[in-house]
């Protein structure tokens, strides 16, 4: 009997309506695989909190859960207004870092005046008010140029679609924000407003200096990213990509970000590197117990797409109805993959490891011609469970390894259930013999594929495929 688990992961956002033991224990149990702490809001203490109650109810559960450090990254806001300003098409205002709100004169979380080329556009409030940088006034003063009719409001975020930051997205908050995570149990960082893969290069360093083994997530989400001469080299440099939506909307226009989602969900496939489909996936489920019909199709899109996680966000962090979000979800993913395949992946080529690759290849070419029930993947670092995703075969791959920081970070890839054991010769075959026993095939027959190394706990063996059954 073939065992049936969501092949596309879920990736749940923690806010005030779900940091309680409680509710993280009740969000695993109904199918999240790893949670999001937004580190643009809230304080360590919470996060250590959060982080300490995330590990208990995964120890619980008995399942591996990913946690991913989400760097706010140049965020740039409005400051403080002394009340909601209305702005007409053709009027001027200045923004100053260094100044409070004064008539025209409105405060600023970020000098633009270092960053900013006159000509180029800025967009408040998610793109509802456009303007366009007529002067630089001062060392710490731009002045804008309103485009359209608008209301202006304290703290409203602020869009560059146009400007270089030069490699400087990395603001003090952020190397605030790494430094505490270098300390604590992490799996993923993700790394807002990338730009190029100097940006990636850069936390890279500062990760591997302080001794982390967190994998780095690339948020795609400005126009200079989505160049396609840079696109697949950010790509290539992280661990994965998270399809930024929201913000990629307002800086490259809503009507790019289907396909742009789909070439990056194809080419993190086609580099073996995770992918996470994020921003609005369910938001009509923040106020309501039920999903709307084109919400279903953009999971379901995702899904046969072949990304790795799909993301929620306000749903989980601050909706009424969190833990049916996530039910929800998960139906959609199951009835999605039991009824089509992904879609065949052309473009196919992964260059970091031709002989693992070929090895999974065969792996998971052998495991559908001879129908078996799962593939069984030992790995050390995660590597070979992760390649076989990529291949994104149409059945489960359970994955063994001794290292329980790969266990969660393989939490988030595709199709892959992991499980924490001690390195030795027959691992796949030990856990096989075990999942059998507890039950996890049902009764009769079952057939696996075991793909493992000579030498158990050595990362870069993997060598061997094996056909194995249990009566």
């Known amino acids: 009997m073939a065992i049936i688990f969501k092949r596309t992961k879920i990736l749940a956002t923690l806010g ?44 619980k559960n008995g399942k591996p859960v990913a946690i991913l450090q989400d760097l706010q990254g140049p965020k740039i806001r409005l400051g403080m207004l002394n009340e909601n300003m209305d702005v007409k098409k053709g ?103 990338v730009q190029s893969v100097d940006d990636i290069n850069n936390l890279r360093q500062i990760l591997v200096a302080g001794g982390s083994h967190a994998q780095i997530i690339a948020k795609i989400e400005t126009k200079a990213a989505i160049k396609d001469d840079v ?14 939506r929201g913000d990629l909307a307002v800086e490259a226009g809503a009507e790019v970000v289907p396909i742009v989602q789909r070439r990056l969900i194809s080419l993190c496939r086609k580099h073996g590197k995770l992918s996470i489909v994020a921003t609005q996936m369910m938001a009509s489920m923040v106020d309501n117990p039920e999903p709307t019909r084109a919400e279903v199709s953009d999971v379901a899109n995702a899904v046969i797409q072949g990304a790795d996680s799909v993301m929620l966000s306000d749903e989980t962090a601050n909706g009424k109805y969190p833990l049916e979000t996530v039910g929800a979800m998960k139906r959609v993913i199951l009835y999605t993959q039991e009824n089509v395949p992904v879609s065949p992946l052309h473009d196919y080529a992964i260059a970091k490891n031709v002989q693992l690759d070929a090895i999974s290849a065969a792996a998971v070419s052998l495991a559908e011609q001879l129908g078996v029930d799962a593939i069984i993947a030992e790995t050390k670092s995660g590597a070979t469970a992760a390649n076989i995703a990529a291949h994104r075969p149409n059945l489960p791959i359970i994955s063994v390894t001794s290292e329980m920081r790969s266990a969660q970070q393989l939490g988030l890839n595709y199709a892959n259930r992991s499980y924490v054991r001690p390195d030795s010769e027959e691992a796949g075959f030990d856990l096989f013999k075990e999942l059998k026993a507890d039950g996890l095939f049902g009764e009769g027959p079952v057939t696996v594929i075991i793909v493992s190394g000579q030498q158990p706990g050595i990362i870069g063996t993997t060598d061997t495929i094996k056909v194995r059954v249990l009566e």
């Not at 409105?106 to 006159?118: C, D, G, H, R, S």
């Not at 180029?120 to 485009?147: H, W």
Request: no cysteine; charged share 25%.
């Open 91 to 193: 009027d001027e205002i200045i923004l100053d870092n260094a100044a409070e709100h004064n008539g025209n004169v409105l405060p600023i979380q970020y000098n633009l005046a270092e960053k900013v080329k006159v000509g180029e556009p800025i967009y408040i409030f998610d793109g509802k008010v456009r303007t366009t940088v007529i002067e630089i006034t001062s060392d710490t003063a731009i002045k804008v140029r309103i485009e359209n009719d608008g209301t202006l409001m304290s703290k409203k975020g602020i869009n560059l679609p146009d400007t270089d930051f030069g490699g400087d997205i990395l603001t003090a908050k952020d190397l605030k924000d790494i430094e505490y995570g270098l300390t604590k149990d992490i799996d993923f960082v993700a790394l807002s407003f």
């Open 231 to 244: 696109m697949e080299q950010i790509v290539i440099a992280s661990d994965g990509i998270m399809v930024a």
């Open 16 to 59: 005030p309506i779900t940091s309680t033991p409680e509710m993280i224990t009740d969000l695993i149990a109904a199918g999240t695989n790893g949670f999001r702490l937004n580190f643009s809001h809230g304080d360590y203490a919470e996060r250590d909190d959060q982080i300490n109650w995330i590990r208990e109810a995964s120890r």
